[in-house]
Every structure is written in structure tokens, then in C-alpha cells.
């Protein structure tokens, strides 16, 4: 199992473990709500009984013993209501709406009554009164604000660790993506500083070798200088990491066609190459750009492999981007992986270190402003991968 793949799965297992924390707060909280709901209901019907006592009873000292009970023990916002829903009583509710209608002086809010009454009947069946002359009244009632609390305290509590997690993991990766871009930027100046010494002897010993040998061997010559032009631009590009470049307006094909020219003989013969599309501009550095044509283009050579093969490159564009489609005829890419090969480290290679894609998304996000990504491909059959630029008018 490769250590992506292993990520994923200790993601998964970290998010099966959050939402079985989640789904026994749940659980539990819901048992303690069906318990408060029980207990809810007898207080409704001890307020019930006690209020049908009361209209029933003429002992004083009772009297007041039923009051006392309805005021110690049942504290939950209840109504009794006639069977025209004409409100008869009322306990808990909010008494800045509920003073005397009676009384011109306090303020008093039909409907208030109504909306209540209307949450009482949809929350709960009310408790039936049947008192002596015959006639039946109705407890109307609604969970107490403890109750409504404690049900929607699951939800809130998932909801805080929830943004509480994304805070962390964003300020995590922020922190990881800081750290990798020291390092990467680090390595990539140190290996700038350590060719620059090298490459300097290697022009030498080349002009050395041209006065010598220059009418015999012109063309190799040349060829050899190519390379070392190569290595310096090689080093120009990572000394340029971690600095914003300059970019400038170019013609994009131009720049892909010089590019496969030198590229194309260096590769083996049985890969063909092929550069279409428009004369379009955009704003570029070239070094930088020519990485990211020269990773892709090595990405295709290796999915090609030994056989015969064709990449082909195509520039196009539209009112605001210029797009250029790398296409081959390698082996392909699940679409499972179309995410992952551009993540550091990610290669099927055996001796590959997986950073010419990552490093590839970089140049084109962080310095070109663009995009990068596998446009289409299918195992077996190729691959199309999609760099996405802003278009220089």
C-alpha cells in the first residue's frame, strides 16, 4: 500500500471514529430526551389534575395546596383551552405578552396566544379535563427551554467540533504547505549554487574542444554546447524558485515548438511528436514554463515506455485563457489518481522521486496563475494532461 493510499485510509478511519462519537452523543442525548419528555408529560398532566381539583374543590387550605404544586412542579409553558380553543389559563410563557388583557395599561398580544397554542398542538397531544358539569377542557403544552435545549445540543456540539477540525486541519496544512515551500525552496537555490561551478568548466572544456577539434566533430560540438546551454537554464529555473518571476508576453506555441525541437532529440525515435494549434500570447517565464512542457512531456515519455508512441501538443484559446493539451498514447491513469499524481512523492516508477508533476503545478498555480490537471485519460489508451493560462492581449 503506498503512503497516499494510506492517508486516505487513516482519514477514513479518523472520520468513521468522529461520526461514531457523533452517533453516540446522539443516541445518548436522545435517551435523556425521551426521559425528559416522560417526565414533561406527567408535570402537564399533575398540572391537569390539579387544575380540574381546583375548580372542583371549595376547601381553602387545599386550595392553596393544589396552587403550591402547580407553581413548584410543573414549570413547563402550558395552555387550557375550551374546545373553541377560547384560552381559559396559561402557565410560563413569556409575560411581557401575556399581562392581563383586562388591564388597558399592560400589554397584551393575541397573537402570541395563538402561535403558542398552535406550537403546543403540533408538539404534543393535549391532556383532556372532564370536569363536573359535563364539559371537557384541554392542557395544551410544549417542551421547556431545557428540553429544547438538550435536543438541539448534539447538533451543536458536532456543529463546534466540526468548524473547530477545519480550522485546525486548514491552519495544520497552511503550516505543512509553509514548511515544504522552505524546504523546496531551499534545495532548489543550494542545487542552482552547486551547478554553477561545474557547468562553468564544462563551457570551458568545450571551447578547449572546438579549438581542436572543431572542423571534425562541429556538430557534436554543437550538440554537447546545447546541452550545457540546457544545464544553465536548468539551473537558471532553480535559482528562480521561491522569487517572483517576470513574467512576459510571448507566443506560446513558439515557445513549445523550440522546446520539442531540442527534446526531440534526445528521446528515443520511436516516440513521434507533433505541435498544433494557434499562434497565441500570454504572459510567461519561459524557463519556468519550458519545466512545466518538459515534466509533462517526460510524464508521456515514460507512460509510453518502450513501444511506439505519439505525443502530441495542441494550443488553443479563448476570449480569456490559452490552454495547451498534452495528449499521449501511454498507459493511462485511473481516474482515482487523477488528484494524487500530482501530490510530492507520487510515482509508479521504481526509481522516480514523484516531484516533476508536483513541482509542475506549482510553476503553473503559484507563478503563472493558472491551472493544471488530467484532462482526460483512459488505461491503455492515453492520457491528456490541461495547463490553463491567462491570455496576453
Same mark, same amino acid.
Given at each position: 500500500?503506498?503512503?497516499?493510499?494510506?492517508?486516505?485510509?487513516?482519514?477514513?478511519?479518523?472520520?468513521?471514529?468522529?461520526?461514531?462519537?457523533?452517533?453516540?452523543?446522539?443516541?445518548?442525548?436522545?435517551?435523556?430526551?425521551? &426521559?425528559?419528555?416522560?417526565?414533561?408529560?406527567?408535570?402537564?398532566?399533575?398540572?391537569?389534575?390539579?387544575?380540574?381539583?381546583?375548580?372542583?374543590?371549595?376547601?381553602?387550605?387545599?386550595?392553596? =395546596?393544589?396552587?403550591?404544586?402547580?407553581?413548584?412542579?410543573?414549570?413547563?409553558?402550558?395552555?387550557?383551552?375550551?374546545?373553541?380553543?377560547?384560552?381559559?389559563?396559561?402557565?410560563?410563557?413569556?409575560?411581557?405578552?401575556?399581562?392581563?388583557?383586562?388591564?388597558?395599561?399592560?400589554?397584551?398580544?393575541?397573537?402570541?396566544?395563538?402561535?403558542?397554542?398552535?406550537?403546543?398542538?403540533?408538539?404534543?397531544?393535549?391532556?383532556?379535563?372532564?370536569?363536573?358539569? $359535563?364539559?371537557?377542557?384541554?392542557?395544551?403544552?410544549?417542551?421547556?427551554?431545557?428540553?429544547? &435545549?438538550?435536543?438541539?445540543?448534539?447538533?451543536?456540539?458536532?456543529?463546534?467540533?466540526?468548524?473547530?477540525?477545519?480550522?485546525?486541519?486548514?491552519?495544520?496544512?497552511?503550516?505543512?504547505?509553509?514548511?515544504?515551500?522552505?524546504?523546496?525552496?531551499?534545495?532548489?537555490?543550494?542545487?542552482?549554487?552547486?551547478?554553477?561551478?561545474?557547468?562553468?568548466? %564544462?563551457?570551458?572544456? %568545450?571551447?578547449?574542444?572546438?579549438?581542436?577539434?572543431?572542423?571534425?566533430?562541429?556538430?557534436?560540438?554543437?550538440?554537447?554546447?546545447?546541452?550545457?546551454?540546457?544545464?544553465? %537554464?536548468?539551473?537558471?529555473?532553480?535559482?528562480?524558485?521561491? &522569487?517572483?518571476?517576470?513574467?512576459?508576453?510571448?507566443?506560446?506555441?513558439?515557445?513549445?515548438?523550440?522546446?520539442?525541437?531540442?527534446?526531440?532529440?534526445?528521446?528515443?525515435?520511436?516516440?513521434?511528436?507533433?505541435?498544433?494549434?494557434?499562434?497565441?500570447?500570454?504572459?510567461?517565464?519561459?524557463?519556468?514554463?519550458?519545466?512545466?512542457?518538459?515534466?509533462?512531456?517526460?510524464?508521456?515519455?515514460?507512460?509510453?515506455?518502450?513501444?511506439?508512441?505519439?505525443?502530441?501538443?495542441?494550443?488553443?484559446?479563448?476570449?480569456?485563457?490559452?490552454? %495547451?493539451?498534452?495528449?499521449?498514447?501511454?498507459?493511462?491513469?485511473?481516474?482515482?489518481?487523477?488528484?494524487?499524481? =500530482?501530490?510530492?512523492?507520487?510515482?509508479?516508477?521504481?526509481?522516480?522521486? $514523484?516531484? $516533476?508533476?508536483?513541482?509542475?503545478?506549482?510553476?503553473?498555480?503559484?507563478?503563472?496563475?493558472?491551472?493544471?490537471?488530467?484532462?482526460?485519460?483512459?488505461?491503455?489508451? $492515453?492520457?491528456?494532461?490541461?495547463?490553463?493560462?491567462?491570455?496576453?492581449?
Amino acid at each position: 500500500m503506498d503512503v497516499y493510499s494510506q492517508k486516505r485510509r487513516w482519514k477514513l478511519l479518523l472520520l468513521l471514529f468522529a461520526l461514531s462519537i457523533g452517533a453516540m452523543s446522539l443516541v445518548y442525548t436522545n435517551y435523556l430526551v425521551g &426521559s425528559m419528555a416522560v417526565s414533561e408529560r406527567r408535570n402537564a398532566e399533575l398540572w391537569a389534575l390539579s387544575t380540574k381539583l381546583k375548580i372542583e374543590m371549595e376547601d381553602e387550605h387545599f386550595l392553596d =395546596f393544589l396552587t403550591e404544586i402547580q407553581n413548584k412542579y410543573t414549570q413547563i409553558p402550558a395552555i387550557i383551552a375550551d374546545s373553541h380553543d377560547k384560552i381559559l389559563a396559561y402557565k410560563e410563557l413569556d409575560s411581557l405578552k401575556t399581562n392581563n388583557p383586562n388591564d388597558k395599561s399592560k400589554h397584551y398580544d393575541p397573537a402570541y396566544f395563538r402561535e403558542q397554542l398552535k406550537i403546543m398542538k403540533e408538539q404534543h397531544t393535549p391532556i383532556i379535563i372532564s370536569i363536573g358539569s $359535563g364539559d371537557e377542557l384541554y392542557v395544551f403544552y410544549k417542551d421547556s427551554q431545557l428540553l429544547t &435545549s438538550l435536543k438541539y445540543y448534539p447538533y451543536r456540539q458536532l456543529t463546534g467540533i466540526t468548524v473547530f477540525l477545519i480550522l485546525a486541519y486548514l491552519a495544520f496544512s497552511s503550516s505543512r504547505r509553509s514548511e515544504q515551500n522552505q524546504v523546496w525552496v531551499g534545495m532548489a537555490k543550494e542545487t542552482a549554487h552547486q551547478l554553477g561551478t561545474p557547468i562553468s568548466s %564544462i563551457m570551458a572544456w %568545450i571551447e578547449i574542444l572546438k579549438e581542436k577539434y572543431g572542423e571534425k566533430d562541429e556538430e557534436l560540438l554543437d550538440e554537447m554546447e546545447n546541452d550545457v546551454t540546457r544545464l544553465q %537554464i536548468i539551473a537558471d529555473r532553480f535559482s528562480k524558485i521561491g &522569487s517572483a518571476p517576470v513574467l512576459e508576453k510571448h507566443n506560446v506555441k513558439e515557445v513549445v515548438r523550440n522546446f520539442i525541437d531540442y527534446l526531440e532529440k534526445r528521446i528515443s525515435k520511436k516516440i513521434k511528436f507533433e505541435v498544433k494549434g494557434e499562434p497565441v500570447n500570454a504572459e510567461l517565464s519561459v524557463p519556468l514554463f519550458e519545466w512545466v512542457i518538459e515534466n509533462l512531456c517526460k510524464n508521456a515519455v515514460n507512460a509510453i515506455g518502450t513501444s511506439e508512441g505519439k505525443i502530441s501538443l495542441n494550443v488553443s484559446q479563448n476570449k480569456t485563457h490559452v490552454y %495547451i493539451d498534452i495528449s499521449d498514447t501511454g498507459t493511462g491513469i485511473p481516474k482515482s489518481k487523477f488528484e494524487t499524481v =500530482f501530490q510530492p512523492g507520487y510515482t509508479t516508477r521504481k526509481r522516480g522521486w $514523484g516531484l $516533476g508533476l508536483s513541482l509542475t503545478r506549482r510553476i503553473v498555480e503559484n507563478y503563472h496563475k493558472g491551472q493544471v490537471y488530467v484532462k482526460d485519460s483512459e488505461l491503455g489508451k $492515453g492520457t491528456t494532461f490541461r495547463v490553463v493560462l491567462n491570455a496576453g492581449h
